[in-house]
């Protein structure tokens, strides 16, 4: 859409628990919804708790920048 924006959402508090790991986030991306060491497992349980379509993301050690 001509003139829309985007604004950036600020997930390191939502990360911060969750350090080093997948990280499957509703699809609003405002809560998580699972994780887990590895990808397929973070979506399995999302999807297990009836996120239909989680999306499926690295949380870093160390957060700084990152786009999704």
Sequence with gaps: MPGSTVRPIDLSKLLVKHTNCW??????????????????????????????????MWAPREHSAYIV
């Design 23 to 56: 990280v499957a986030l509703s699809a609003d991306e405002r809560r998580v919804v699972a994780s887990a060491k590895h990808p397929r497992q973070a979506l399995k349980k999302a999807q297990a708790r009836g996120e239909r379509d989680p999306i499926l």
